[in-house]
């Protein structure tokens, strides 16, 4: 007879309740531009999101969050070489960026995808979904 606690059977269900990570990405690919701002989103866009991020914090999938800056105020810093060298603007060339994110935690990348359908509804943005690596 096996005991319920036993390190199989502890090991396998501690496994079970753990949640992996995705970074959530909100891709601009043109909505700033269009606006002629360096804010990609719109004020009720901006509610959407409020009351998605509350969702997600009351049902404990919420890890972080928050909208970035245009990419034209990025700095990029490459220390490979000798010397550091510090260039202003982004490091890559591109129409669309990365306005946004959220991290969160689902139980797998269905649920993830899921959440993430809702954060584009949201904001009215592409979205990519991508999980952390496994360490």
């Given at each position: 007879?096996?005991?319920?606690?036993?390190?199989?059977?502890?090991?396998?269900?501690?496994?079970?309740?753990?949640?992996?990570?995705?970074?959530?990405?909100?891709?601009?690919?043109?909505?700033?531009?269009?606006?002629?701002?360096?804010?990609?989103?719109?004020?009720?866009?901006?509610?959407?999101?409020?009351?998605?991020?509350?969702?997600?914090?009351?049902?404990?999938?919420?890890?972080?969050?928050?909208?970035?800056?245009?990419?034209n105020?990025?700095?990029?810093?490459?220390?490979?070489?000798?010397?550091?060298?510090?260039?202003?603007?982004?490091?890559v060339?591109?129409?669309?960026?990365?306005?946004?994110?959220?991290?969160?935690?689902?139980?797998?990348?269905?649920?993830?995808?899921?959440?993430?359908t809702?954060?584009?509804?949201?904001?009215?943005?592409?979205?990519?979904?991508?999980?952390?690596?496994?360490?």
């Amino acid at each position: 007879m096996q005991v319920k606690g036993g390190s199989e059977w502890a090991a396998r269900n501690r496994q079970e309740l753990i949640h992996m990570q995705y970074l959530i990405s909100v891709i601009d690919d043109g909505q700033a531009d269009s606006a002629g701002s360096e804010i990609s989103g719109t004020a009720e866009e901006g509610a959407a999101i409020d009351v998605f991020n509350e969702k997600l914090q009351k049902q404990g999938s919420w890890v972080f969050a928050g909208g970035l800056g245009y990419p034209n105020n990025a700095t990029t810093v490459d220390n490979r070489g000798e010397s550091t060298v510090i260039t202003d603007g982004p490091y890559v060339e591109s129409k669309e960026f990365m306005a946004g994110f959220w991290i969160i935690e689902a139980p797998d990348l269905d649920v993830a995808l899921a959440l993430a359908t809702e954060g584009s509804k949201a904001c009215n943005r592409k979205i990519e979904v991508r999980p952390f690596l496994e360490v």
